[in-house]
């Protein structure tokens, strides 16, 4: 097998998906639609980076049932080397259940199952270390926290490392994230992510998390938020932020794709955006890519069911920067 680029560590799951009326404090409302797809943050992202063209591989744990299989199975379909995934019996594979409303919000309920099982036993840090970048995100145990904290001291200076906190990590704040910020090479968070971990707006929270320790900070600002550039204000849809310079990226075209439901959207951002990193591409055009496959995401419903292969996605691209990648 030629050489795996990326290895993703974090949980599996299965999305349930409902679309409901509204969402609620108290009371009831009906569901108009119920789909379950593959999922998990990490999961998404590598499993976008095989669709375009990247070998990557995933260590992680399923149960033993259906739902594992499938998470396999849909690895596989794609090329994602899954010989690291450890299946755990009698264990239930890891289950989200999300609802959402007519206004893309959304109220998401986590059912760790045999994610909570993988142990340090369950890595083999050689895997990692062949690998020229890892991306982690977050799992619900303290278990499986204190061991990526001891992952890290045993990666290769070579290896970079991704790391993408979500909500869950987020939370624990600066001191609990400290070992593994010194290490990261980007940082992926949203807005409002940022603030949980940092107290402060998303700009002076990119400046924290540089003097952490991070290369790069990347975050995404949802649907877009107003901000002064050069003097004039722009719509932009993330922020990037190193050493050297920072970047506002702007949404390439007011036509968006439809979007049908957001879930993986900041999933499908890290692929498009890792692609580019991995493509030797400046940082202003890795966001940019990250935006590009992050819309073919959201055009259809579950994370993983719109993205893009590396010609839908040149093909994009050259429609709306009449350029080539």
């Known amino acids: 097998m030629s050489r795996i680029e990326v290895v993703g560590l974090g949980a599996l799951n299965i999305d349930h998906m409902y679309r409901v009326e509204r969402l609620l404090d108290d009371g009831e409302a009906t569901v108009k639609e119920a789909q379950s797809f593959p999922g998990g943050s990490a999961a998404n992202t590598v499993y976008g980076l095989a669709r375009l063209g990247i070998r990557t591989g995933f260590i992680g744990a399923v149960?033993?049932?259906a739902e594992g299989s499938l998470l396999l199975q849909?690895?596989?379909?794609v090329g994602v080397d899954s010989s690291q995934i450890r299946e755990k019996p009698g264990a239930r594979t890891g289950a989200v259940f999300c609802l959402s409303d007519p206004a893309g919000q959304r109220s998401l309920y986590v059912m760790p199952g045999a994610n909570n099982l993988l142990t340090n036993d369950d890595l083999d840090v050689a895997y990692v270390n062949q690998a020229g970048l890892i991306h982690l995100s977050s799992?619900?145990?303290d278990r499986q926290f204190r061991m990526l904290l001891e992952l890290i001291t045993r990666l290769e200076p070579s290896t970079r490392l991704s790391f993408a906190p979500g909500a869950l990590y987020a939370t624990r704040g600066l001191t609990a994230l400290s070992p593994i910020?010194?290490?990261t090479h980007i940082l992926f968070i949203n807005e409002g992510e940022i603030g949980q971990l940092t107290d402060k707006d998303f700009k002076a929270g990119a400046e924290t998390c540089l003097e952490q320790g991070c290369h790069i900070v990347a975050i995404t600002l949802g649907r877009g938020k107003r901000l002064d550039k050069g003097g004039k204000k722009v719509t932009a849809i993330a922020y990037i932020r190193d050493a050297d310079s920072e970047h506002l990226?702007?949404?390439a075209s007011r036509k968006r794709l439809a979007t049908t439901e957001a879930t993986g959207a900041g999933d499908a951002f890290v692929?498009?955006?890792l692609y580019g990193l991995l493509k030797g591409k400046a940082l202003d055009e890795c966001g940019r890519l990250g935006d590009i496959?992050?819309?073919f995401s959201i055009s259809k419903i579950g994370a993983r069911q719109g993205l893009p292969t590396a010609t839908?996605?040149?093909q994009r691209y050259r429609q709306l920067y009449a350029g080539s990648l």
């Open 63 to 65: 149960g033993d049932d």
């Open 293 to 295: 496959v992050a819309q």
């Open 74 to 77: 849909d690895f596989q379909r």
């Open 249 to 251: 990226i702007e949404p």
């Open 271 to 273: 692929a498009g955006f």
């Open 312 to 314: 839908e996605l040149a």
């Open 139 to 141: 799992f619900v145990h």
């Open 181 to 183: 910020l010194a290490r």
